[in-house]
């Protein structure tokens, strides 16, 4: 069987050593970028190797981007074959803050043609909250040869956002808390607010008071409240710097609701621009 949005820690536990399955820990910090691989080498997942959210999943920052410019992807697919991932691997991310980092790489690897990727459900949160195995050892890996296939109609640019955002041909989504939509506080960018006409769902209200997803059926009737007769496809997901919108695309993905997009360079790259109207309340 092959997994395309997310996997429970019993499933993975059950294929631990299945040789095809390639496990990655995304665990990651913006308060302190090397705390995630700190905590890995402590304990990690049997099996898992380590992406580092703004060293493997990003490029580096420049002046007309936001804060995680999308990756080099033709660098991203060599270390993906560093890490023994293939074109037949089934692959499972996690991280310990409900997905929200993990889902930035079962993005990526769907951009690149690879749809065998699952998040885990709950994350290590949960797998050791089931009391399943944790590991200090690295895992021996085997190289392979990742051959992407890339999609680049995945996401959108800002101007594509501003043309269809003008031509009222898509819905865009903000992933972050209400305040900082409502532009009341903004812990993270220079400027606080939202893109005009986005309408605000939080990517944490994807989860339910145990960090699990929702059901299938609650987040399908939740997204259909919110963008009501718009089609899956004219939906477009934004939030600080492109990881976290991940997270509501995600859950679109697994209520069944697909083709939703992402605008990559989301708000930290919306502002760089003094010209381009920011929203507020």
């Given amino acids: 069987m092959t997994y395309t949005t997310l996997i429970s820690t019993e499933t993975l536990h059950q294929q631990l050593?299945?040789?095809?399955?390639?496990?990655?820990?995304?665990?990651?910090s913006l308060a302190d970028t090397e705390a995630g691989a700190k905590t890995y080498r402590h304990g990690h997942i049997p099996n898992?190797?380590?992406?580092?959210?703004?060293?493997?999943?990003?490029?580096?920052?420049?002046?007309?981007?936001?804060?995680?410019?999308?990756p080099d992807?033709?660098?991203?697919?060599?270390?993906?074959?560093?890490?023994?991932?293939?074109?037949?691997?089934?692959?499972?991310?996690?991280?310990?803050?409900?997905?929200?980092?993990?889902?930035?790489?079962?993005?990526?690897?769907?951009?690149?043609?690879?749809?065998?990727?699952?998040?885990?459900?709950g994350g290590i949160k949960h797998w050791q909250k089931q009391g399943l195995p944790i590991t200090?050892?690295?895992?021996?890996?085997?190289?392979?040869?990742?051959?992407?296939y890339l999609n680049d109609a995945?996401?959108?640019?800002?101007?594509?956002?501003?043309?269809?955002?003008?031509?009222?041909?898509?819905?865009?989504?903000?992933?972050?808390t209400p305040e900082r939509y409502r532009g009341e506080q903004e812990p993270i960018d220079l400027v606080a607010g939202h893109i005009p006409y986005a309408l605000n769902r939080a990517f944490q209200l994807n989860l339910d008071s145990n960090g699990?997803?929702?059901?299938?059926?609650?987040?399908?009737?939740?997204?259909?409240?919110?963008?009501?007769?718009?089609?899956?496809?004219?939906?477009?997901h934004y939030c600080?710097?492109?990881?976290?919108?991940?997270?509501n695309l995600l859950a679109m993905e697994h209520a069944g609701l697909t083709g939703s997009k992402l605008y990559a360079g989301s708000w930290s790259e919306w502002i760089r621009n003094k010209n381009r109207v920011v929203a507020k309340g």
Wanted: charged residues 20%; glycine residues 6%.
């Fill in 136 to 148: 200090t050892t690295s895992p021996a890996i085997k190289p392979a040869t990742f051959r992407p």
């Fill in 17 to 28: 050593n299945h040789p095809n399955w390639v496990i990655v820990d995304c665990r990651f």
């Fill in 48 to 70: 898992a190797r380590y992406a580092h959210l703004d060293k493997d999943l990003s490029s580096a920052i420049t002046d007309f981007t936001g804060r995680h410019p999308l």
């Fill in 212 to 236: 699990l997803f929702l059901s299938t059926e609650q987040l399908r009737d939740q997204f259909k409240q919110l963008i009501g007769a718009t089609a899956p496809e004219q939906v477009v």
């Fill in 154 to 176: 995945a996401w959108l640019n800002t101007l594509q956002v501003q043309n269809s955002l003008a031509k009222k041909s898509i819905c865009l989504i903000d992933a972050r």
């Fill in 73 to 121: 992807f033709t660098l991203l697919a060599k270390k993906l074959g560093d890490w023994g991932i293939d074109n037949n691997a089934q692959v499972v991310i996690y991280d310990d803050a409900g997905g929200a980092f993990a889902g930035r790489l079962w993005w990526l690897l769907r951009c690149m043609g690879h749809d065998k990727v699952a998040v885990l459900d």
């Fill in 240 to 247: 600080g710097s492109g990881v976290t919108a991940c997270h």
